[in-house]
Nanobody, 122 residues
Framework: QVQLVESGGGLVQAGGSLRLSCAAS????????MAWFRQAPGKEREFVAA????????SYSDSVKGRFTISRDNAKNTAYLQMNSLKPEDTAVYYC???????????????WGQGTQVTVSS
């Protein structure tokens, strides 16, 4: 399993922006579909965005489409989530995940980071 480490979370006011990063521990990063999920207190972990190996295919949940952008830099073994126009309902722990095949459900991914907290104040 590839090890993943998220960073970039924090406290931001509604309407603000944050950029999350997910650094992978090994060169096989370029062979992994990468995704972001989030989990708010008392709620199930939900899909946010996914990106394919080359970065030319992406998918987003309806709740973040048009506001968030997923990207990757295979040379740096890093995936990103640019979050704009943040809303209080975006408050959650954000996790990056990776696996060999495409998926949008938590069970589709075998490698997970430890999570980074994003808090959006109103």
């Amino acid at each position: 399993q590839v090890q993943l480490v998220e960073s970039g979370g924090g406290l931001v006011q509604a309407g603000g922006s944050l950029r999350l990063s997910c650094a992978a521990s090994e060169r096989t990063f370029s062979t992994r579909v990468m995704a972001w999920f989030r989990q708010a207190p008392g709620k199930e972990r939900e899909f946010v965005a996914a990106i394919n190996l080359s970065g030319d295919l992406t998918s987003y949940s309806d709740s973040v489409k048009g506001r968030f952008t997923i990207s990757r830099d295979n040379a740096k073994n890093t995936a990103y989530l640019q979050m704009n126009s943040l809303k209080p309902e975006d408050t959650a722990v954000y996790y990056c995940a990776g696996d060999a095949a495409w998926g949008t459900k938590p069970r589709d991914f075998g490698s997970w980071g430890q999570g980074t907290q994003v808090t959006v104040s109103s």
